[in-house]
């Protein structure tokens, strides 16, 4: 686990058919972005989005937001830093920043709610998801 002070990242090599044709990343791939992010967040937090799906849980994105800063382009590699805050009782406020080459590309907010797998009704979260997420939490913004 790493120590609160670090980030997690996760690199991507924007691809060709996420650009629009002014030759940049299409606004709403920014969002598939922070999901992409979360996904490997949760690959080395828990060891994997399956697993939580598995335990009965599921995230629902219930908010999401992009402050865009620079424009990316096909073949960039991007570095998405995944920082949540600390966990509530049943949801997660995360803080995604993606940068290329430590210039800020976008800035962005999502906030997701634990539900029941199969019911989509909240649920607390459980202790285990807690102990895997809490050292990467960074201070509520």
Not at 40 to 69: C, P
Not at 104 to 126: L, N, S, Y
């Amino acid at each position: 686990m790493a120590p609160m002070s670090e980030r997690f990242v996760h690199r991507l090599r924007v691809r060709y058919h996420e650009c629009d044709l002014q030759g940049i990343v299409f606004n709403a791939n920014y969002v598939a972005y922070f999901d992409i992010a979360l996904t490997e967040f949760m690959r080395a937090t828990l060891g994997s989005y399956q697993r939580l799906r598995a335990e009965g849980l599921d995230l629902l994105v219930v908010e999401a937001s992009v402050r865009f800063q620079a424009p990316a382009g096909f073949d960039d590699e991007l570095d998405i830093a995944f920082v949540p805050a600390p966990l509530g009782r049943t949801s997660m406020v995360s803080h995604i920043s993606i940068e290329r080459a430590g210039q800020p590309i976008a800035q962005g907010r999502m906030v997701h709610v634990f539900v029941d797998v199969h019911e989509h009704t909240k649920v607390e979260i459980p202790a285990w998801v807690r102990d895997g997420v809490g050292p990467w939490t960074a201070p509520s913004r």
